[in-house]
């Protein structure tokens, strides 16, 4: 069964940092590209940060970009968001999603959401 | 940044009623567009991607339409569990961008 689980979310203080993990099973977890979404309390989802199955190509949203960094440990079946400099606009929800894609050129398809989370900056 | 405007922000459908949502893209998007579904205190679960395909497991009921700019999501006969908040997403340029999300309530 695929799964995507997070964890590594908390209550952190304005300026402060915090690592996300994204612990994944059930697949071939080096073929696939990940993100991450956010989603705020009440609010809608906001795409935050994609990373390539290789982990050589990576981008960013432009609210983190400078802040956050993503990464990922193939070996470890892991995918990481550090997040650094928070500020309260950054209090969410965290999912890690899998594209379902195995294949450059087919379509993308965001398939699997990890339950989420929750990250609070406190100001 | 391509901008994704979803309509109506809450629509009102009786059980049973077909449901028509829209999501409307600043610029083209080709097909590159997906649909997720969301009920309260989950994760978003997918539901159509390259506007048209259903994704595993979901049911026939759900339908996606479209190309370029205009996009539609049809649910056919709606039963409770629909009840939920939807989000289109497109992912032909980066950043990805989400709609604004449409709530399905009970009529």
């Known amino acids: 069964e695929v799964q995507v689980v997070e964890s590594g979310g908390g209550l952190v203080q304005s300026g402060g940092s915090l690592r996300l993990s994204c612990a994944a099973s059930?697949?071939?977890?080096?073929?696939?590209?990940m993100i991450w979404v956010r989603q705020a309390p009440g609010k809608g989802l906001e795409w935050v940060s994609y990373?390539?199955?290789?982990?050589?190509?990576?981008t960013y949203a432009d609210s983190v970009r400078g802040r956050f960094t993503i990464s990922r440990d193939n070996a470890r079946n892991s995918l990481y968001l550090q997040m650094n400099s928070l500020r309260a606009e950054d209090t969410a929800v965290y999912y890690c999603?899998?594209?379902?894609?195995?294949?450059?050129?087919?379509?993308?398809?965001?398939?699997?959401w990890g339950p989420g989370t929750l990250v609070t900056v406190s100001s | 940044e391509i901008v994704m405007t979803q309509s109506p922000a809450i629509l009102s459908v009786s059980p049973g009623e077909r449901a028509t949502l829209s999501c409307r893209a600043s610029?083209?998007?080709?097909?590159?567009l997906a649909w997720f579904q969301q009920s309260p205190g989950q994760a978003p679960r997918l539901l159509i991607y390259?506007?048209?395909a259903r994704a595993t497991g979901i049911p026939a009921r759900f339908s996606g339409s479209g190309s370029g700019t205009e996009f539609t999501l049809t649910i056919s006969g709606l039963q409770s569990e629909d009840f939920a908040l939807y989000f289109c997403?497109?992912?032909?340029?980066?950043?990805?961008?989400f709609g604004g999300g449409t709530k399905v309530e009970i009529k």
């Open positions: 999603v899998r594209d379902g894609r195995t294949a450059p050129g087919t379509f993308r398809r965001f398939d699997y």
């Open positions: 059930g697949f071939t977890f080096s073929s696939h590209e």
């Open positions: 990373i390539s199955s290789s982990g050589e190509s990576i």
């Open positions: 610029q083209n998007v080709n097909s590159n």
């Open positions: 390259a506007a048209s």
């Open positions: 997403l497109q992912h032909n340029n980066w950043p990805l961008s």
